[in-house]
């Protein structure tokens, strides 16, 4: 239930940024894209840090992520988007956000991943050093 109230809140996040950013039918999704990169990154970041930095907290994960983050993202509105902009007859403009979205989307995760990796590193080493 809890991962449940997460997803929701996730999904709530995900709404006022749409509302916030807009774009018309027939334009780049931007909320979509930006709401699937910057989640990807969060995804990313999170579960190193959960995983290298707090081990023991194993609730933490499906709560933040499969929870917050997998209601925060979604793969359901960015595929009704590629299909609005086809539709709409902007078969290159549906490709670009394709595309753009898994690459993006990828190179956000990695980043997010390199970030907390480095922010660990660096944790260990200053402790090293105070030791």
């Not at 931007?30 to 290298?52: C, K, M, Q």
């Not at 595309?99 to 190179?107: H, N, T």
Request: glycine content about 10%; overall charge neutral.
């Amino acid at each position: 239930m809890t991962i449940g109230l997460a997803g929701a809140a996730g999904s709530l996040c995900r709404y006022a940024v749409a509302t916030v950013v807009t774009s018309d039918a027939s334009g780049f999704p931007w909320s979509t894209f930006w709401v699937n990169v910057v989640g990807s990154a969060l995804i990313g970041f999170i579960l190193i840090l959960l995983l290298e930095k707090f081990p023991r907290a194993r609730l933490a994960r499906p709560l933040i992520v499969t929870g917050f983050l997998g209601g925060f993202t979604t793969f359901s509105t960015y595929v009704v988007d590629a299909d609005l902009l086809v539709r709409n007859g902007d078969v290159v403009m549906a490709t670009l956000y394709i595309v753009a979205s898994l690459v993006v989307g990828m190179a956000a995760v990695v980043a997010g991943i390199v970030l907390a990796r480095v922010i660990v590193r660096l944790e260990h080493r200053l402790n090293e050093q105070m030791e």
